[in-house]
Nanobody, 120 residues
Framework: EVHLVESGGGLVQPGGSLRLSCAAS????????MSWVRRAPGKGLEWVSA????????SYSDSVQGRFTISRDNAKNMLYLQMKHLNPEDTAVYYC?????????????WGQGTQVTVSS
């Protein structure tokens, strides 16, 4: 089964940076597109970024475009999200998931997520 473990979150000041990691197993990672999504306190799930299996095509939400960079290392079954110029609106629990976009309603492979808190 799909197994995902997110890590790298923490407390940072506005303007700071964090690098999130997602360790994947239970599926053929190298041919699977992957996405990062997040849930801010009291808000719904928001798609953040996506990358195709080969890592040569990426996409970002308007709110993070130019600040975040998604990447992957297929040899290590790892997905990353480099976040720069963080602001309080980026505060959320971040999750990774298979697919080039928001997971469908029936998706059940959620990891534990990693908390990102941006505050002064």
């Amino acid at each position: 089964e799909v197994h995902l473990v997110e890590s790298g979150g923490g407390l940072v000041q506005p303007g700071g940076s964090l690098r999130l990691s997602c360790a994947a197993s239970g599926f053929t990672f190298a041919i699977s597109a992957m996405s990062w999504v997040r849930r801010a306190p009291g808000k719904g799930l928001e798609w953040v970024s996506a990358i195709n299996g080969g890592g040569d095509d990426t996409s970002y939400s308007d709110s993070v475009q130019g600040r975040f960079t998604i990447s992957r290392d297929n040899a290590k079954n790892m997905l990353y999200l480099q976040m720069k110029h963080l602001n309080p609106e980026d505060t959320a629990v971040y999750y990774c998931a298979p697919g080039y976009g928001m997971p469908k309603k029936g998706y059940s492979g959620w990891g534990q997520g990693t908390q990102v808190t941006v505050s002064s």
